[in-house]
């Protein structure tokens, strides 16, 4: 599809008329009325705000001349996925998973390559495939280029260093000082918790990656505490083996 029938679609889809939509982005009836007959293209700021106003990408407003690729982990993005600045603008060079809020949530290739691994592996592909392939892809993609000019692994560590004093300023009774995060997959560690009228709830995204840990309870028995964590939140719970029979112990907000 080409701009002009992108924009008709978006904007009767959301039952505007050109007249609204021209205020929401402060232009003329009559400039709305060439986007739509092909005659001119949005300028750049009217375009991030038809972005905003719509929900979609700029690239897919211009027809989506470009096959974008998230240049910190090298998965395809669709306006889905595709990170967000902490105004809503559309960052279009970063997945929601590796920059959030204005935060870039890897500053270990390494650590990244674990997650990816995990989601990756399939029967066409092993993880020495998959292990190789990101090994060889990653250093190649713009944000591993431009590593130090972001603020290295430096920002990152910072940011999970005020995480783990929070979480030990809770002060759980039996839980032991958290040392250190790990990035986890939300769908490894989302459990289903029982409230008290006999519903269930799950409290993570099976998408998202978290910062978290398990640990052994001081009190000894066959329950660990697990954590997961995020700029928003932290999420602090017991379980049994292999996840069975959870409790929710805390869910802050940060």
């Known amino acids: 599809m080409e ?14 008329s050109q007249d609204e939509l021209a205020e929401k982005v402060f232009v003329t009836r009559q400039a709305v ?15 991030k705000l038809l972005s905003k106003l719509f929900d979609v990408s700029i690239n897919t407003l211009l027809g989506s001349p470009r096959e974008l690729i998230c240049q910190c982990c090298g998965m395809p993005l669709e306006d889905s996925v595709i990170s967000k600045e902490k105004g809503g603008d559309f960052n279009e060079d970063y997945c929601k998973w590796c920059y959030a809020d204005g935060e870039y949530m890897y500053g270990d290739m390494d650590e990244l390559i674990d997650v990816c691994v995990k989601n990756m592996v399939n029967e066409e592909h092993s993880e020495e495939e998959v292990r190789s392939y990101l090994k060889a892809t990653l250093p190649k ?9 972001l603020g290295g692994n430096g920002a990152f560590e910072k940011f999970k260093k005020t995480l783990i004093e929070e979480i030990n300023a809770l ?19 989302n459990l289903e918790y029982r409230l008290p009228n006999g519903k269930t709830v799950k409290y993570l995204d099976d998408n998202a990656t978290y ?5 052994e309870c001081e009190f000894g ?5 697990g954590i997961a964590a995020n700029m928003e939140f932290i999420l602090i719970c017991t379980y049994e083996e292999n996840g ?7 869910y802050k907000k940060r």
Do not use: H
């Open 33 to 47: 009325s060439r986007w739509e007959n092909g005659d001119t293209v949005p300028n750049t700021e009217t375009l």
């Open 3 to 16: 701009t002009k029938e992108i924009i008709f679609e978006l904007r009767t889809k959301n039952g505007l």
């Open 171 to 189: 002060n759980i009774e039996g839980m032991p000082k958290v040392e250190k995060l790990n990035a986890l997959v939300g769908s490894y560690i």
């Open 141 to 149: 993609l713009d944000y591993w280029k431009r590593y130090d000019e």
């Open 244 to 250: 069975e029979n959870p409790e929710l112990v805390i």
């Open 221 to 225: 028995g066959n329950r660990c505490f």
């Open 211 to 215: 910062l978290g840990n398990q640990l």
